[in-house]
């Protein structure tokens, strides 16, 4: 082999030796870059379902709010009185309230801290009119005094509960809760 042949042999090798070299490494800019792009989408999708989830509780809480004080309203009152609701009503409804008011109190606990407070006072208000609630109907059936002097008593629970949801509803539409 002369000298030619040899460098001509060693050049070609080095060669392939440095394509080889820089393929891997292009190779391995190329991974590197396919897996930075799929984790993004990853974590882009883990994003977008938190902000789902929150979304949905949001929701949820709006709508639980709105049928608390649907329930704790002065029309309800004269419904209940309409249609002769009986003292096992009213704790029927206390209950369904109570299993709502736990349920907004545990999405709160989680996504909206902030509105602890408020569900806290919605629920002392609550069990004001369900204890005046069981009188009114209950006690003061036949003394139209003591009936009337429950329902402004009860009129004054129903706006502490509508003020309540009012400013729940406002921190909900001014929370920028999401997941970041």
């Known amino acids: 082999m002369d000298f030619n042949s040899f460098i001509s042999t060693m050049f070609g090798g080095a060669c392939v030796l440095i394509g080889t070299l820089i393929n891997g490494h292009i190779q391995y800019i190329i991974n590197e ?35 608390l004080k649907l329930d704790s309203s002065l029309a309800r009152n004269y419904i209940l009185e309409d249609i002769g609701a009986t003292e096992k009503d009213i704790h029927k ?35 004001l009119i369900w204890g005046n609630r069981q009188n009114y109907f209950r006690d003061s059936k036949n003394n139209e005094a003591d009936k009337n002097k429950l329902r402004l008593t009860l009129i004054d629970l129903f706006n ?11 921190k909900l539409l001014k929370s920028k809760s999401q997941a970041v």
Do not use: W
Not at 37 to 44: N, R, S, V
Not at 111 to 116: A, D, R, V
């Open 33 to 67: 870059r396919k897996t930075a792009h799929e984790k993004e989408l990853h974590e882009k999708d883990l994003l977008f379902e938190k902000n789902k989830e929150i979304a949905l509780a949001k929701g949820k809480i709006y709508k639980i709010a709105h049928h």
């Open 93 to 127: 409804m206390y209950i369904e309230q109570y299993h709502l008011l736990s349920e907004a109190l545990s999405l709160c606990l989680i996504y909206f801290p902030e509105l602890m407070s408020d569900f806290k006072e919605l629920s002392q208000n609550i069990n």
């Open 160 to 170: 502490f509960v509508e003020i309540t949801v009012r400013e729940i509803e406002n």
